[in-house]
C-alpha cells in the first residue's frame, strides 16, 4: 500500500543517524506521501546526521530541547507554519540516562541525575503533548506514539533508572490519550520495541549479549528498526483510527513468551 500518509503532516523527534528508529520513521513516511518537520536537541543535532536526512526527506530541522515549554512551543508554531496547517501525526523518540552513561548501579543512582533521566525521557513526552494541546495543534483523529521497552513492566537490571522513566511514559500516553480522545479524537500510544541496534541501545553495558537472548527467546525473533517504522505507519494512517491509550508490544512474541526451546537447549548444555 502505497501513499498511506498522503497530505498528512507531523512532527519526528529523535533522529540522530542511519541507525535510530526516528531516522527509520521519517523515511518510511516520506514514502508514504507525508510530510514532517525534524527535530532534535541543539547537542544531538551537532552529533548526527540530521541535515542528511532533512535534505533526502525534502524537509526542515527545527532544533529543540523537549525538556523546555519555550522551545516546545516554538517548534510546535513554526512546524505548522512551515507545514501549512494543523498536525496529523508525532513521534517521540527520545530517551537518555546520565545514570546509565555514566554505570550507576540502580542500587547507587545519582537522584539529580535521575531526574534528569525522567524529565528527558518521560516527562518529555507531556510536555509535547500539553504544548501541542496548547496550541490546539492537532487535527481530529490525529496519532501521537512514544517509544518504549519491556523493563517497564518488567525487571531489567542493566535498564537501571530508564525502566522506570519508561513506565512513567506509558502512564502519560494513557492519562492524556484520555483527555486527547474525549476532545480531538486524537489517539496516543505507546509501541514497545524489541532491543534494536541503535546509538543509544547498544551504549549500554551487556547489549551485545542481550539481544541474542531476546532474539532466541522471540518466537519471531528480534523486531529490527525497519519493521518497527513500519509498525507506526499504521498506527499513523487512518488504518487504526480507533487504537488508543495502549501499550503495543512489537517484539517478535518475546513479551508473551517465558521461555523458549532454543534458550533451554542452551541451558541444557552448559
Known sequence: MTNLLENKKGIIFGALDERSIAWKV??????????FI?????????????????????????????TSMEDLGKLVSESQEKLGGKLDFVLHSIGMSPNVRKNKSYTGLNHDWFLKTLDISA??????????????AMNDWGS??????????????????????KAALES???????????????????ISQSPTVTSAGSGIAGFDKFFSFADEMSPLGNADGESCADYCMTLFSDLTRYVTMQNLYHDGGYSMTGISAKVMEKWGES
Open 26 to 35: 521519517a523515511e518510511k513516511v516520506h514514502e508514504q506521501g507525508g510530510k
Open 38 to 66: 525534524l527535530s532534535n536537541a541543539p547537542i544531538a543535532l551537532r552529533m548526527g546526521k540530521i541535515n542528511e536526512l532533512a535534505e533526502k526527506c525534502g524537509t526542515e530541522v527545527i532544533a529543540a530541547d523537549a
Open 123 to 136: 516527562l518529555s513526552f507531556h510536555k509535547t503533548m500539553q504544548t501541542l494541546w496548547d496550541q490546539d
Open 144 to 165: 501521537i506514539l512514544g517509544l518504549t521497552y519491556v523493563a517497564a513492566q518488567e525487571a531489567y537490571p542493566f535498564y537501571s533508572d530508564m525502566a522506570d522513566a
Open 172 to 190: 502519560i500516553a494513557r492519562s492524556f490519550g484520555y483527555h486527547y480522545g474525549v476532545r480531538n479524537k486524537v489517539r496516543v500510544n505507546t
